[in-house]
């Protein structure tokens, strides 16, 4: 078996996977240790027991794939024996749309939601840590003050609350899939769910996966540009921060992938709360350029969609409407482990152009692939599709090894959470909003017969022009790509598959592509290639379908007035240095970045790296410093325009010609971008979105802190503790990040 070699036969023989299974035991008991704390990595390595690359070394009775028997051929990715299916067939059951939460009125929140961090006294569970008998703390995790009261409160007051929760797997009494049972493969939603990856196998354990609610099908939020939210996430984790099954956190931070508003409501990696507070999130839900573009909101193009089926103009420019986003947790050295367990949602965003009612026909919709009962925000043939890999223990429990650093890879393909499911479609078109939701795997796409696909949108932004292709780019970890399926096309009783093509050996990158006639043959060492998602062709639509395509969708901004304040450079690679010891702010890892020719540099969230300056436009050069990985590079904010791959602007294929947040880096490759500054301000974050990579430790801050008040430069950094966040200053300054 060589070196890099993560996959162990599922022919294997009955001895070869007790020896597998009962080391995974034994590794477990080290995970469990590292993943409460007792117990660190640098521990670890001096035992022996791990390399510096975090690779458990090859011992016999700890790694399962130490030297005795084990010299069958590869095909399980994941370090672990093979996830029992229980005797399941795929496409044996049908998959659930995502749960619609609800909008309410912002007044049933109590307490009021606050511009500033509502300090409250509690007592204090003494299981926290660092707790005693007697502490109190506040009720809001929100760091205290003014740098952290959300911005433009008072100009853009919530008009809807959302509350949500997170907690361990319960079952769910109240589905709400926004559509009837008949778009939803008939799934009754007054049916109990529990959560199960698929109704033959065991219930999952509390500790095991902690989702939004604690329930499954994924949460989607329906938003509308216009109308500020107020999102409340209650942290209902365990107290006890072993109790976790051996992998995940119980502190959380939720960013909105990827919203223009303040930092405060970014989800700052280093902006975390406990169990038993909640966190207030602002989300303005607005255009950007709101300040400086289309400022007394006079373009239709700039609007929101009225509930009378009108527009709502808003300032702003139209050119930087949104349409798909996720959140997920971001909580620093542990969003792998949390985002895998289930803290991970989607929010679909209407606009005057993306109205969500097909029928509309004012010049300005573009009337995509929706519905007609609403006037907005029809969901009957617009669909989420949250795509990730995952892995089960020898019970069924969901599992996770947390020690591989170059990326965690799971051997059970699912699609909203459950396993290879079948959809039921008319033979009309659809929309699919596809979420790539894994750790470290990428996936690509293709129909089973090689028929057309037509790609819309990339990372929530619709193309300016759409994409016909037979096989779609590698989908990157946070990677978003929207597309449209024609099934009328087929008749009733055909069917047809979604397959994944992107063959994995390890989580480091993509080891090959594989053709449509290779995925399907079934010869594949990774068990996610192949088909995983069946669309079943039930019956004609029972209205015309009248939606479009348009062969213009939204035009990039024109940005050649904005003059370029500066450049900047980011290289991604491995072999990083640490050179702040703070135990909370920093963390080692083999990752790290080398910013603008410096030292290649593991995470710090108190380290500064960048502070472009307020309202100005910079071009940022991504690149990665070779070996054998792909890096899926993550910028917050602002939605960037990619300038070139490669060196050339000819490299940028179709399909990245729109504005974008998330970049694949291959090896030895290069993306650059251009990004402007804007709007608001605070500490954001630049990192690898293999999120593997990211905790370990590929990340670093930079910040808007020069717009004036409330703002300083540089910006204090947040300590979070039950008791209460404190501040102290950064701990370093990178010489070229002001």
Not at 148 to 159: E, L, R, S, T
Not at 274 to 288: E, K, N
Not at 392 to 413: E, K, P, R, S, Y
């Amino acid at each position: 078996m060589s070196e890099r070699n993560f996959f162990l036969s599922s022919k294997a023989s009955k001895a070869r996977l007790r020896e597998a299974e009962a080391a995974r035991k034994n590794r477990w008991e080290i995970i469990k240790a590292h993943s409460h704390g007792k117990v660190t990595r640098r521990d670890l390595i001096k035992m022996g027991l791990f390399t510096s690359a975090g690779l458990l070394l090859p011992i016999r009775g700890l790694s399962p794939f130490g030297r005795s028997v084990y010299a069958d051929d590869a095909h399980i990715p994941t370090g672990l024996p093979p996830s029992p299916l229980f005797g399941v067939q795929p496409f044996s059951q049908p998959m659930p749309r995502f749960d619609v939460l609800a909008r309410n009125a912002v007044s049933i929140l109590n307490p009021a939601p606050t511009a500033y961090s509502n300090q409250t006294q509690q007592p204090l569970n003494t299981a926290l840590e660092g707790v005693r008998a007697g502490d109190t703390g506040p009720i809001e995790g929100r760091p205290p003050g003014a740098i952290w009261a959300h911005q433009g409160f008072a100009q853009f007051p919530p008009q809807i609350a959302i509350e949500v929760s997170q907690e361990g797997a319960r079952t769910n009494y109240h589905y709400n899939p926004g559509v009837p049972s008949s778009l939803n493969s008939g799934i009754n939603p007054a049916t109990p769910i529990p959560l199960k990856f698929h109704p033959a196998w065991p219930a999952q354990n509390p500790l095991n996966v902690w989702t939004f609610n604690g329930t499954i099908p994924p949460k989607l939020a329906q938003i509308r540009y216009g109308e500020p939210v107020l999102l409340r996430h209650h942290n209902k984790l365990p107290f006890n921060i072993t109790q976790n099954a051996g992998f995940g956190r119980h502190t959380i931070s939720t960013h909105t992938h990827n919203a223009h508003h303040g930092a405060e409501n970014d989800g700052f990696t280093g902006a975390f709360f406990f169990p038993g507070q909640f966190y207030d999130y602002h989300w303005p839900i607005v255009l950007a350029g709101f300040r400086t573009i289309n400022t007394y909101a006079t373009d239709l193009r700039a609007g929101s969609p009225a509930d009378s089926g009108g527009i709502y103009k808003i300032p702003g420019d139209w050119h930087e409407t949104m349409s798909t986003h996720w959140f997920h947790d971001h909580m620093f050295s542990f969003t792998a482990q949390n985002v895998y367990k289930g803290n991970a949602a989607m929010a679909n965003i209407y606009s005057s152009l993306d109205r969500g009612n097909e029928a509309i026909n004012d010049g300005v919709n573009l009337r995509l692939p929706s519905g007609t009962a609403k006037s907005w925000g029809n969901l009957d043939y617009d669909v989420n599709l949250m795509v990730a890999d995952k892995a089960f223990d020898a019970n069924g429990q969901l599992t996770m090894d947390i020690f591989d650093f170059d990326g965690f890879l799971g051997d059970v393909m699912t699609v909203n959470l459950a396993y290879k499911p079948y959809f039921e479609v008319e033979r009309r078109k659809y929309r699919f909003r596809i979420l790539n939701a894994g750790v470290s795997r990428f996936f690509k796409i293709s129909l089973s017969d090689g028929s057309p696909m037509i790609q819309i949108a990339n990372d929530g932004n619709l193309l300016p022009s759409p994409v016909v292709l037979t096989e779609l780019d590698e989908l990157g970890i946070a990677e978003r790509y929207d597309i449209v399926i024609d099934f009328s096309r087929y008749s009733i009783g055909q069917k047809v598959w979604m397959v994944n093509l992107a063959e994995h050996e390890d989580g480091r990158r993509v080891a090959d592509d594989r053709t449509l006639a290779e995925a399907l043959s079934g010869n594949s060492s990774d068990p996610c290639v192949g088909k995983f998602l069946e669309f079943r062709i039930v019956r004609n639509p029972a209205r015309p379908d009248v939606s479009q395509v348009p062969t213009v969708m939204i035009p990039n901004p024109d940005l050649s007035k904005v003059p370029v304040a500066r450049e900047r450079y980011f290289t991604f690679g491995d072999g990083a240095d640490q050179t702040t010891n703070d135990p909370v702010t920093s963390f080692r890892g083999p990752w790290g970045i080398e910013t603008n020719g410096g030292e290649t540099l593991a995470a710090d969230f108190g380290r500064i790296s960048a502070a472009p300056r307020f309202g100005t436009r910079e071009i940022w050069h991504l690149r990665n410093d070779g070996g054998n990985w792909d890096h899926p590079i993550h910028i917050h904010f602002e939605e960037c325009q990619t300038l070139a791959r490669n060196g050339s602007a000819s490299k940028v294929p179709p399909w990245e010609r729109g504005r974008k947040d998330v970049w694949r880096l291959h090896p030895d490759g290069s993306v650059d971008v251009t990004l402007q500054f804007r709007d608001w301000g605070g500490m954001f974050m630049e990192h690898c979105h293999n999120t593997t990579h990211e905790d370990n430790a590929m990340l670093l801050r930079w910040e808007i802190d020069d717009g004036g008040a409330p703002f300083l430069r540089p910006l204090p950094t947040p300590i979070p503790r039950p008791q209460g966040v404190t501040f102290q200053a950064p701990d370093e300054i990178l010489r070229t990040a002001f």
